[in-house]
C-alpha cells in the first residue's frame, strides 16, 4: 500500500521520494491510481493555504498568477506538457497515426504553444476575478478535479497505442471502480465546500470530460498519456472559469 501511495506520488509531483519508499513501483503503477485523488486533495490543501497567504499579501491578480505558478511547479509542469503534445497532434490536420507520431515528438509546435498561452490566461484571470472565497475554493478544487479527470478518461476511452506508453501501465481492470470513487469524493467534497454552487461546477467539469473524450476518441480512438495529462489541464481550467461565473458567484458568497 505504502509503495502505492510513493509511485502516484513520485509520478504526480516533483516531491522526492527516495528509492527504497517506492521499491516496487514499477509493478504497483495501476494499483497506484487509488492514490491520485488523494494527492489531488493535498496538492489543492497546500495551494489553498499559499492562496491564502498570497492575498494577504498582494493583490489578487498577483496571487492568482503565483498560486497557477505554484500548481505547475508541483506538478513539473507534467500535465502542461501533455496538453501541448495533444494540441500538436490533434490540430495537425494528419490522419490517426500521423497524429500518435507528432505526439510523440519532444518539440513543442506553435499550437501546443497557443494552447498553453490560453490555459494559463483563462486560470489566471478566472482567479484573479473570483470573489476571495471563490478563489480559495477553486484553488483547493481545482487539483483535485484535474487528477479525478484524469481517472474518468481512463474509465471512458481505452488506451489508443497498440505498443504500450506510459499512460498504458496504470490501466487495470478496477479503473472503473477507483474513477467511480474519485468522483463520489468530488462530489461530497464539492458539496459540502460550496453547496449547490458546488454540482453547478461538477456539472461543467463533467460535460467537459464528456466533449473531451468523445474529441480523442475520434481523433485518435482513446486515449494516452498526453490526452490524459490534457485532460487534468481542461478540468482544472472548467473549475476556474466556473467559480468566476457571475451568478455562481453570487451563490458562493
Known sequence: MISRFFSALAFLTIVPVS???KAGSDNTLEKSLVFF?????????????????????????VAAVLVIIVLLGVSGGLHMDGLAD??????????????????????????????????????????????????????????????????????????????GGLGALFYSGSVKITAGL??????VVAWILAGVAG??????????????????????GGATGDTLGAGCELAETTVALFFSFRPLADLIG
Open 19 to 21: 528509492a527504497s519508499a
Open 37 to 61: 485523488p488523494v494527492i489531488g486533495a493535498g496538492i489543492g490543501f497546500f495551494a489553498l493555504a499559499c492562496g491564502y497567504f498570497l492575498m494577504a499579501i498582494f493583490p489578487q491578480p
Open 182 to 187: 474519485a468522483l463520489f469524493l468530488l462530489v
Open 86 to 163: 495533444t494540441a500538436d497532434g490533434f490540430f495537425s490536420s494528419r490522419p490517426r497515426e500521423r497524429i500518435l507520431e507528432i505526439m510523440r515528438d519532444s518539440h513543442t509546435g506553435a499550437m501546443g504553444v497557443i494552447a498553453i498561452v490560453l490555459v494559463l490566461a483563462l486560470k489566471i484571470a478566472a482567479l484573479a476575478t473570483c470573489s476571495q472565497k471563490s478563489f480559495l475554493l477553486a484553488a483547493f478544487l481545482m487539483p483535485l478535479a484535474g487528477r479525478t479527470a484524469i481517472l474518468l478518461l481512463m474509465a471512458i476511452l481505452p488506451y489508443a497505442r497498440a505498443e
Open 199 to 220: 454540482y453547478a461546477v461538477l456539472l461543467g467539469l463533467i460535460c467537459m470530460i464528456v466533449l473531451f473524450a468523445w474529441f480523442c476518441r475520434m481523433k485518435i
